[in-house]
């Protein structure tokens, strides 16, 4: 399959054309217009430092449907110990930025540049993306981010400097989705710690024809506070 390279127009080949490892195209930016048109077609950036920016589409593709939702009997006691306190959207910049130094088991480097940040900052600005913080003795010990679109949920990355903190941040996050009516949350590639709470892989062309669909509800935009 070709490699697509992107200009300056707002545009993206069709996923199908990906390469068997989801590389479809690279180049072009990271202004707000083209991330959710990305977003919306089931593509996201992913690249490290000292390359071009390269966009994904990955077959199977890997998502939790929130009713699938599976809570361990542990994680249920550190949840109704409230170990952890849980806010939404009051640190994003701080979040994205633990996740960004996060180091990961085969990874080299980070893959959330100075530019990544900062356009996905320009998303929460705007409504678009947000952050899950999770404080213990009023510190931050975990969190995660990612896109909302209709009624779907992008997610992006977590980080966690004590047990069970992403999870927690995590289980919390999808049970207030699924209260606001959210139908898919897109995990993107296949990791262990996920699949325990319940993702699963599913073809390409499937999750496509799910996220036309649950892309026609409304968008969820805005701040919020304190989460159950």
């Known amino acids: 399959m070709p490699l697509f390279s992107l200009s300056d127009e707002l545009i993206f080949p069709d996923p199908a054309w990906a390469e068997p490892d989801g590389m479809l195209a690279v180049g072009g930016d990271l202004r707000p217009e083209r991330l959710l048109l990305a977003y919306q077609n089931g593509i996201f950036p992913w690249y ?38 849980i806010t939404f959207d009051q640190k994003f910049r701080e979040v994205i930025g633990h ?6 088991p085969g990874q ?20 678009f993306a947000h952050s899950v913080e999770v404080w213990e003795n009023e510190k931050l010990v975990g969190g995660l ?15 966690a400097h004590v047990s069970n903190a992403s999870k927690a941040g995590f289980i919390t996050l999808v049970r207030n989705l699924q209260e606001r009516g959210f139908q898919l949350i897109d995990c993107q590639v296949y990791t262990e710690h996920l699949e325990s709470l319940g993702a699963v892989l599913v073809p390409r062309e499937r999750f496509l024809e799910e996220l036309s669909e649950v892309l026609k509800g409304e968008t969820w935009q805005g701040n919020g506070g304190e989460m159950g």
């Open 108 to 127: 080299r480097g980070t893959w959330i540049t100075h530019d990544m940040l900062e356009a996905y900052c320009t998303l929460h600005e705007r409504g």
């Open 48 to 85: 490290s430092r000292n390359e071009p920016i390269l966009w994904w589409s990955p077959d199977p593709r890997f998502v939790l449907y929130p009713e699938q939702l599976y809570v361990s009997k542990s994680m249920k006691q550190v949840l109704k110990r409230e170990t952890f306190r």
């Open 145 to 159: 981010y990612g896109v909302s679109l209709g009624k779907a949920f992008f997610g992006e990355s977590m980080f």
């Open 99 to 104: 996740c960004g130094k996060t180091r990961r």
